[in-house]
């Protein structure tokens, strides 16, 4: 939870409407087509501006029209498709108003470049990732050549494909082009302009991805300078950088550092917004989060109640808003024991989904999901499997079988029956959810890791040594390739191969080992 970073990773969804119309003295009615559909579409109004472009485009065609009406038709049908998340229809517009636009001004016109954008951008929301890289990169070479190497609209390019990279977990790739991108910006701009503030903080989301903490944290303290220089310490801007600090400091799990800056967030926030209640509760919610990671208890719970006050107050009680404040307070109630409170709220979450959400929606699996973690943690492991067998079903149907959110299913079934001992109904579950994150494993290798990890352990229950120790060498080696040699995961992954090489008798290894994990513990210890 936290505040939207700002104009970070910002993809060129659409340029105003408006622009794309021209005034004309004849075919009035196909003019007040795509003038009402422009009008609905910056009103949000999808339904209509779907049908006035809809209409629009069969009046054109009929009419044999081929001037830029016919472009504006094409690109506003994919824009309100794209808006509500019909990519598939979306693709099909965009690759139909690119062919009109490249027609007419040519294949290497920087004119084409914001419809290239957004196509790379469905098919990326597609995961088509190679298409969408391809188009990314015609548009940098389209600004390069046109605009040279150094030009603003090359940065813009540069950061709009390392962020593909960085969605794909391909680090090394999005930190050459942000590194060139700030570069060209500070050429172009000045050290302390906003823009490069910006910059900045790109690549410090970078590094952070990766675990580089220490590399990330200068960039994102001097871009937090640079905004309060530039708007003032009680900026919009400025609270976004101080938000993206005090989130670093909390995965360097430094909460005290943290929690002044959140403070001043939701202060700023106060002060600027007091009608905003979207920007007030979003501050509210991250503060009460680092509370919660300093098992502030009651500060917690009390920040989250005044969340829930807001948010009752702007969605009312059964919009499926309230969805995530009754989880995180009913989990601020269950780390204190307090699982009178907390089940009520689990309960409530899932009654408001089951009747705003529809019966195969992700988000209402989330809500079972949390539910039956609640009652594995009571004991009750009978209603615990029903609720994450029924989640499983959802979440295949849903999302499709290969989903990672699919495989986090399965490795919980895989807990709840180690959990019970049932040792052999696990290992069916652990290994079907490893198959699936083998396939996902470019994008997400941390949860690979995971998945190698709770498979060892259950192999060493099992006293499969052998087949345990080919697993946790693998995960350990994920780990340190992906988050660092010194990361708290490497440590982690260290302790549980030292314990496996003490069941095999083999306490030299593990000794060395367990050294190892303590110096990485030692040394994270020591730079807090």
Known sequence: MKLQHSRSFALALCFGLATLTSAWSFDTSLDTLIDDGNIAYMARQFAKAEQQFSDALKEAEKLGVTDARLGNCLNGLALVYDAQEKFEQAATFYLRALSFKEASVGAASEQLVPTINNLAHIYHKLDQDEKAESLYKRSLAIHENTSGEDSRNVAVSLNTLAQLYRDQSRFTDAEALLKRSLSIMEKLVGSENPEVATSLNNLAVVYREQHRLKESEPLYERALAIQKKSFGADSFDTASSLNNLARLYREEGRFEDAEPLLKNVLSIMEKLSPTNQKSTIIAHKNLATVYMEESKYPEAEAAYNRVLELQLVSYGQDSKEMLPVLTDLSIVYNLQGKDVEAEPL???????????????????????????????????????????????????????????????NLNDIGLLYREQGKLTDAEPSFKEALAIREKSADHHPGELALSLLNLAKLYRDEGKYSEAESLITRCLSIREKTFGSDDITVAASLRHYAALLRMMHRDNESQEIDLRAEQIEDKLLSEK
């Open 346 to 408: 689990l309960k409530r979450a899932v009654s408001i989904a089951e009747k705003s959400l529809s019966a195969d929606d992700p988000a209402y699996a989330t809500s079972l999901n949390n539910l039956g973690e609640l009652y594995r943690q009571q004991g009750k492991y009978a209603e615990a499997a029903d609720i994450l067998k029924r989640t499983l079903e959802i979440r295949t149907k849903a999302l499709g079988p290969d989903n990672p959110e699919v495989a986090s």
